[in-house]
Structures are given as structure tokens and as C-alpha cells.
């Protein structure tokens, strides 16, 4: 708090003036906005982090001279606390698209202004009327590679359910994206998974039931991988590829993976509205995405970007078209009407013995 | 009845004053919240008392509150029967010695509860140090599973919890005076007898101040559960999920006023079955006397 305090009033008078030189080369009215010497943007931080700052932060500093504070990852029970309370102290939130459905519903987001953010080459579905998707995130089917060495892996969600293949499983425990492959391990066309016949996944479930070891955070799948705990598993790829490319057991495909897209959102009420939407147009650059891209394996929303990287690097890209092919894209909307159920349904099955 | 009205008065007002700097302190950052907490929970839409219906009928969540009573109601005795012969240690200890137990027993409290878990996960797992051991001395075929049915969440919450079982007996044990057991041993007790007739009774006070720590703090559980609790989900894993991924507030306030008010039962019950005995002590040194 104290370094914030001292670096805005030191610089406050030259931000002001790169801030308002800034704004009226885009072509705004500079009244109000040029306050906005710095943004505070949530994020889920860590690895995540570390490739905003390098590629969304500090390029944004330079550009407008608008400092980005890196803020802690919010919760949407924090997020409605704040707007409703009117104290909102976030202008930029990074969230899940299923995260900020329920949000929207409350109208605890603002609309995105689509004529200052861009959504023209964007991947279909990442411009929504409350966010705008900067990054794809792939849930994908996973497994430790000493074991599938000695016993094989499954290659599609119906031989990961298929009782009769040995092997200690892991899951979210979570109803979004583990019905979701247990409805594909069911059988369900991708190009028809919505709504999810939930009694033909929860069957699917009923017959790995003790062999699923949970897991609850990122972190935990990719060590429950890696020190076979589990011999496969849904993982995020963001937490398997780190450990795959420096050498780690743990190897995934991209096929039948499920895409879930990182969107920037801005709380209801936030001071910096404009600069936000700015912030927000300047992270769809394709220059930024690649870069982004470059630093954590999260696939690009501009399908430009993916021109600027190369092979090496979109092989690690669940958004590339050559790893999208048999991908489905998590429904939002779905999870949004039917949640409260499914949850309820998901958490009952799990303590039922 | 010698005390004059005013010095009643000023008696009741010296009590108001003393409990004033508790009060200020639970009134805005306890009852306060608790209030907003207990108004959110009839705000529901499905009416007033929707969401407590819901948690009465709903066979998961109803299993998902014995499993929180039930894990702390185990990591409680477990902390007890490991904490309070570490404290009888611990008490008869002098000097520096005694400092040196003390510091290791807070040892712990240095790493995180997240990593002390995450440590936990990984020496309980399949291939972990203690299935390792176990399995190549040859005492088990196969592995044990400690963390996908909640055996390990206890052993870990145990784990985490036997200092806050270990500092009130400790306290408890100290305070009583030495010349009680010599007494019994005069009066012939052995060891034992004097420990079960004299020590024992006389640490009850303090047990009963562990085991009320210890339970209430394990109900409100969160990283330990959702590393290791696998399929014994408890209310707080409910709640956040409620609170934050679902926003239905209603309900996630409903659960924690639930839990509230279960505690509060448990306790009450606690003190209840302290007045039978005490009464009974009484009566039975009536009849003796």
C-alpha cells in the first residue's frame, strides 16, 4: 500500500499529463478521464500473472502511461459484496466465463463497450455482452506416462469411464466440465452436448465411482499426476504442460478437450470505466495475445495472433485451429440456467456412498 | 444482602465496564455480520423459510453436515488422546526443557496450513512415504487409501490441531497442586489411581477448554477438507461453493446459521450433562458426609 501511495503522489502531475495526452490522441474527451493515472486489475496471479504483467500490464503502461496495479484473484462473492456496497476498487476482473454468468444475471458487470474493445477476429464466443475472452484455457484428458508406459492410457472420455480399464482416475471436484465429460465418456456427440443428458453422465460416474481420486485446485491435479497418485485424469493444460515440458511423467491431448475462456470483466460502479474498456480493447491486440501466449500455454481469442507464433508454440495452444478440431466449448448459458440443479445433483452423488 | 443499593448499582456498572471492550469489539465484527447473515438467509426466493427448508430435506447437504460433525467430532477425540498425554509430559517438564517442549510444539505453526496439507497429500498418497514403508515391510499388500474417503483429512486435521488440545491442559495440569497426588499416594493410591481419582478430575475444566476449541475451529475447516477430504464433503466446501461460484446467498447464510445453531446444541448439551455430574458429585458427598 505504501509503495502505491508514494509512486502516484511522486508521479501523479506527469501521469496526469501522459494520462490526458494519452486520451486525446484516442480521440475522447479528457474531462474526468485523465484522473486515471493507474487501473486496479484481479487476477488469478502466479504463472498466470507473471505472463499478464509482461504482456498486458506493462505494454498498457507504456502506451498510455496508466499504471496496472496487479490485484489478488476475486471471488464472485467478493465481487458482488464490493459493487453492492459501493466500493468497488477493481476496474478489471479476470474470472472464467462460468464464474461470471451468474454475475451478469445480477447485473453486477458492465455492458463491454464494443466500440472501443474490438471483436472483429476474435474466436467465436469470446465477445459477450458482459466480457470479453482474452485467453482459451483447455480442460484436457491427461495421465502420467510411467504408467500408461506399463498399462496404456484411454484416448477418448468413453474409454476414461469405461469400467473395465484399471487405473486410478482424478476429477474436479466440480459439476462444470466433469459432467460435461462424463456425458462425452456417455456417448453424447460434442456437436450436441447441450443440454447434457445428466443421467446417462451420472451413470458414466457410477461406474468409476472408487477409482476417482478428487481434486479441488490446479495445483493438486497436477500433483496428483505426477506423483501417480492418479494414473489419468481432467487437468487443466495450463498445469500439465509446465510440468510435460520440463520433463515431468505427465503427458495430454488436446483431443476432445474441453475450452473454457479467460474473459476480463469490469465490476459494476468502477471509477476508470473508460480507461478499463481501454485496458480491455489494448489485451485483444494480437500482438499482446501472442505474447501472452508465449509465457503460458493459454491458446489466443485473436485468431491473428496465432499467425505471429510459431508451430512449436501453437502445438501448445488449445485455441489453435489444428488443437480445436474435436474441442467443445464450455456452455455458459447452460451452467447459468440449469447450475443450482446440477450442482446439487453433482455434490449429492459425491457424498452418497 | 450488606451492600447498599449504590453499591449495588456501582457493583452492576463495574461488571457493564469490564465487559465493555468485549462488546465493542463482537458487536461490529460479530454480531453485526452474524445479523446480516441470519436476514440474508429468509431472503431466498422460494419464501421465508425456503432455504432452511431445503437444508432439513436435502438428503446431501444433510449428509454433508454430519460429515462436518462427525470429522470434528473425531479430530477431537483423537487430538485429546494424543494431545493430553504430550501436555502430562509437557507439565512435569522444568526449566528450559519445558521451554524447549513448548517451542516444539508450535513448530508447526510456522509453515502454512496449505502446505502442511499439500504435505499431508503427498505422505498419504498411494505412493507416498507411509504406504511406501507399509507396503515394503510387508505388513500390507496393498496400499491403504487415506485420501479419497476422508481417513486422511482426520489425520491431517489431528495433525493440525493437537497444540490447541495440548496449550489449555498444559495450563490445567499446572495449576493444579502437586501435594493433591501425594496426598492419594499417601493414602495408598498407586500411579494410576492417583492419576484417574486425583489429576484427571481435577483437568476436566481444561479438557472441556480443549475439546471446545478444537471442535469448533475443526467445523470451520477449509483448505485441509478440499486437499484431502475426497468424498466427505463438508459445510464449508458448501458454503464457498454457494457463496461464490453459485451466489445463492440464501443459502450459503442458511447453512452457516445452521451450523450456528447445531454448535450451539452441542454445547449446550456439553454443559448440561457438567451440571448432572457436578449435581451428582454433590448429592453423592451429601450422602457420605
Given at each position: 500500500m505504501k509503495n502505491v501511495r508514494n509512486g502516484l503522489s511522486r508521479r501523479s502531475v506527469l501521469k496526469l499529463g501522459a494520462g490526458s495526452a494519452a486520451v486525446s490522441l484516442l480521440g475522447m474527451p479528457a474531462i474526468g478521464r485523465a484522473q486515471t493515472t493507474s487501473l486496479s486489475v484481479a487476477n488469478g496471479g502466479g504463472a498466470l500473472g507473471d505472463a499478464f504483467k509482461a504482456a498486458c500490464f506493462d505494454t498498457f503502461e507504456k502506451k498510455t502511461g496508466i499504471k496496472i496495479i496487479s490485484a489478488p484473484y476475486i471471488e464472485g462473492a467478493r465481487l458482488k459484496a464490493m459493487v453492492e456496497a459501493g466500493a468497488v476498487d477493481i476496474d478489471v476482473a479476470d474470472t472464467d466465463a462460468a464464474e461470471a454468468a451468474p454475475l451478469a444475471v445480477e447485473g453486477l458487470l458492465e455492458e463491454i463497450d464494443y466500440s472501443v474493445v474490438p471483436k472483429d477476429g476474435l474466436i467465436e464466443g469470446s465477445a459477450s455482452k458482459y466480457w470479453t475472452a482474452c485467453y482459451i484455457a483447455g480442460s484436457v484428458l491427461s495421465w502420467n506416462t510411467e504408467a500408461a508406459e506399463k498399462n496404456g492410457h484411454p484416448k477418448t472420455w468413453q474409454e476414461f469411464f469405461d469400467p473395465s480399464v484399471k487405473g486410478r482416475r482424478t476429477l474436479w471436484k466440480n459439476a462444470a466440465q466433469t459432467m460435461e465429460v462424463a456425458a462425452l465418456g456417455a456417448g453424447q456427440p460434442a456437436d450436441k452436448l447441450y443440454p447434457l443428458d445428466l443421467d446417462r453422465a451420472f451413470a458414466m460416474l457410477d461406474g468409476i465411482r472408487s477409482s476417482i481420486t478428487w481434486w479441488s485446485s490446479g495445483a493438486q491435479s497436477a500433483q496428483l499426476l505426477a506423483s501417480n497418485e492418479a494414473d489419468y485424469g481432467m487437468c487443466w493444460n495450463g498445469r500439465v504442460d509446465p510440468i510435460k515440458q520440463q520433463g515431468g511423467p505427465i503427458d495430454y491431448t488436446f483431443e476432445h478437450a474441453l475450452h473454457m475462456p479467460g474473459i476480463w470483466s469490469l465490476p459494476k460502479g468502477g471509477r476508470n470505466r473508460d480507461a478499463a474498456m481501454q485496458f480491455v480493447a489494448h489485451c485483444m491486440d494480437p500482438e499482446v495475445q501472442a505474447e501472452f501466449s508465449r509465457r503460458i500455454p493459454y491458446g489466443p481469442t485473436?485468431?491473428?495472433?496465432f499467425d505471429l507464433l510459431t508451430a512449436e508454440e501453437r502445438a501448445r495452444m488449445p485455441s489453435a485451429p489444428e488443437n480445436s478440431k474435436t474441442a467443445v466449448a464450455i456452455n455458459g448459458d447452460y451452467w447459468l440456467e440449469k447450475g443450482a440443479e446440477v450442482y446439487e445433483r453433482f455434490n449429492t452423488w459425491v457424498v452418497s456412498q | 444482602m450488606l451492600v447498599e443499593g449504590n453499591g449495588i448499582l456501582s457493583m452492576k456498572l463495574r461488571k457493564f465496564l469490564l465487559f465493555a471492550p468485549t462488546a465493542l469489539l463482537l458487536t461490529p465484527f460479530f454480531l453485526a455480520p452474524l445479523f446480516v447473515i441470519g436476514a440474508e438467509s429468509f431472503s431466498g426466493k422460494q419464501g421465508a423459510f425456503g432455504e432452511y427448508v431445503k437444508v432439513v430435506t436435502d438428503p446431501g447437504i444433510r449428509t454433508v453436515l454430519y460429515n462436518t460433525f462427525y470429522v470434528a467430532l473425531m479430530v477431537t477425540f483423537f487430538s485429546l488422546l494424543i494431545g493430553y498425554p504430550i501436555a502430562y509430559v509437557l507439565a512435569r517438564l522444568k526449566g528450559r526443557w519445558a521451554t524447549i517442549g513448548i517451542f516444539l510444539i508450535f513448530l508447526p505453526f510456522w509453515a502454512s496450513t496449505v502446505i502442511r496439507s499439500f504435505a499431508w497429500m503427498i505422505l498419504l498418497g498411494r505412493n507416498g512415504p507411509v504406504n511406501s514403508a507399509m507396503v515394503g515391510s510387508g505388513l500390507i499388500d496393498e496400499p491403504i487409501r487415506f485420501?479419497?474417503?476422508?481417513v486422511g483429512l482426520m489425520i491431517a486435521m489431528t495433525y493440525i490441531m493437537v497444540p490447541f488440545m495440548v496449550v489449555p491442559i498444559l495450563n490445567g495440569l499446572r495449576a493444579i497442586d502437586v501435594n493433591l497426588p501425594r496426598a492419594a499416594a499417601v493414602l495408598g493410591a498407586n500411579p494410576w489411581r492417583q492419576f484417574l481419582a486425583v489429576t484427571l478430575p481435577l483437568s476436566m475444566p481444561s479438557i472441556a477448554v480443549g475439546a471446545t476449541i478444537v471442535f469448533v475451529t475443526s467445523l470451520g475447516f477449509f483448505v485441509t477438507p478440499s486437499l484431502l477430504g475426497g468424498n466427505r464433503t463438508v459445510v464449508s466446501i458448501l458454503i464457498s461453493e454457494q457463496a461464490?461460484?453459485?451466489?445463492?446467498w440464501p443459502l450459503a447464510s442458511a447453512l452457516a446459521i445452521v451450523v450456528l445453531l447445531l454448535t450451539i446444541v452441542v454445547f449446550a448439551l456439553l454443559r448440561l450433562s457438567q451440571v448432572m455430574s457436578r449435581r451428582r458429585g454433590s448429592a453423592r458427598a451429601g450422602a457420605l458426609a
Open positions: 485473436a485468431t491473428k495472433a | 485420501i479419497d474417503n476422508g461464490n461460484r453459485l451466489l445463492n
